[in-house]
C-alpha cells in the first residue's frame, strides 16, 4: 500500500536476482550472489544514501510483509520523534487478520500482551524504522550472521551507544503467520548466531551464562521440534568462528540499562 504523509525514497534489492517489480521512481540493485538478508539491507541502505535527498530514517521491509494501511510510515516517524532516546521505532507484526502476533513476534520478554507499547531491547529485524544517523555511525547490519539475530546485534550495538528502542504496539505491520523452522537453515544459523552475537556484544563474564540458558532454551526447543543436529552443528560453528568476529563489549553501565527495561543480556 502507497504511504502518505513522509517524503520517501525506496530501493529493492535483489538478493542474487534482478528484481521483477519495481515501483515507479524507485531504486534498484541487482546483487549476483546471495550476500544474506542483513548484507541485502546494508546494500539498500548504502544506495540511499548516495542520492541528493539526505534521508532522516531508514525502514526496512522484508518482501513478505506488507502495509495494512496508508500512515504507517508516517505514524512511525512521529512516534520516533516523540522518543529522541530511541535509535528505532518498531512496529506490531501480525497476520493478515490484524490481530493474530505469535510470541516470538513481540520484542520483550512480556509477550503476553503485545498491544502494550513500551521500550523494547531487541526487534523485529524486517519491519523496523532506525535513525540513519545512528544506522550509518555504528556500521548497519552484520552481514555476518547471514540471517537470525541480527536485529539482536543491532539493538545490543543501539543501546551500547546510549539508545534506546521503542515499541509502538498501536500501529500495524501485516506477515503471514509461519514459523522460521520452514527455512532449512534454521536450526543451523539460529544456533551459531546466538554465540556470534554474545561474542561480539557481551562482557566476557557475561558470556558463559548467557550461552547456558540458551544452550537449555535451544535444546528443549528441539527435542521437542526437531532439529537437534542442526542446532548442535551450528553451536560447535558459532564456537570454532567466534574469534573471527569484532568484540566490542558492551559496558556494564548498558548491561544494567538492559536489565532495568526488562531484559538482562542473559537471556
Same mark, same amino acid.
Given at each position: 500500500m502507497a504511504q502518505q504523509g513522509v517524503d520517501l525514497q525506496i530501493c529493492v534489492v535483489g538478493n542474487g536476482c534482478a528484481p521483477d517489480i519495481v515501483p515507479a521512481g524507485a531504486r534498484s540493485v541487482a546483487l549476483e550472489t546471495n550476500v544474506g538478508i542483513p548484507g541485502g539491507r546494508n546494500t539498500g541502505a548504502r544506495a540511499l544514501a548516495d542520492t541528493s535527498r539526505p534521508d532522516d530514517y531508514l525502514f526496512f521491509l522484508d518482501n513478505d510483509a506488507t502495509f495494512p494501511a496508508a500512515d504507517v510510515l508516517a505514524r512511525l516517524v512521529a512516534e520516533a520523534d516523540q522518543h529522541p532516546e530511541a535509535a528505532y521505532v518498531q512496529p506490531r507484526l501480525t497476520g493478515p487478520d490484524d490481530v493474530t502476533t505469535p510470541r516470538r513476534w513481540v520484542p520483550r520478554l512480556r509477550t503476553g500482551d503485545p498491544g502494550r507499547s513500551g521500550t523494547i531491547t531487541t526487534m523485529t529485524e524486517g519491519v523496523v524504522l532506525v535513525r540513519r544517523n545512528v544506522f550509518d555511525a555504528l556500521g548497519g547490519w552484520e552481514a555476518s550472521l547471514f540471517l537470525y539475530h541480527e536485529g539482536l546485534d543491532l539493538?545490543?550495538?543501539?543501546?551500547? #551507544?546510549?539508545?534506546?528502542?521503542?515499541? #509502538?504496539?498501536?500501529?500495524?505491520?501485516?506477515? %503471514?503467520?509461519?514459523? %522460521?523452522?520452514?527455512? #532449512? &537453515?534454521?536450526?543451523? !544459523?539460529?544456533?551459531?548466531?546466538?554465540?556470534? *552475537?554474545?561474542?561480539?556484544? !557481551? %562482557?566476557?563474564? &557475561?558470556?558463559? &551464562?548467557? &550461552?547456558?540458558?540458551?544452550?537449555?532454551?535451544? !535444546? *528443549?526447543?528441539? !527435542?521437542?521440534g526437531g532439529g537437534t543436529r542442526e542446532c548442535l552443528a551450528g553451536m560447535r560453528e558459532g564456537w570454532a568462528g567466534r574469534r573471527d568476529q569484532v568484540r566490542r563489549p558492551m559496558s556494564w553501565r548498558t548491561v544494567v540499562r538492559l536489565t532495568r527495561a526488562g531484559r538482562p543480556p542473559a537471556i
Open positions: 539493538a545490543y550495538r543501539c543501546w551500547a #551507544a546510549g539508545y534506546t528502542g521503542f515499541y #509502538a504496539a498501536d500501529i500495524r505491520m501485516h506477515h %503471514p503467520v509461519t514459523s %522460521p523452522a520452514r527455512h #532449512a &537453515l534454521f536450526h543451523r !544459523l539460529a544456533a551459531r548466531n546466538r554465540i556470534t *552475537v554474545a561474542y561480539r556484544n !557481551l %562482557p566476557g563474564s &557475561l558470556i558463559p &551464562l548467557y &550461552l547456558s540458558v540458551w544452550t537449555v532454551i535451544t !535444546l *528443549v526447543r528441539c !527435542l521437542r
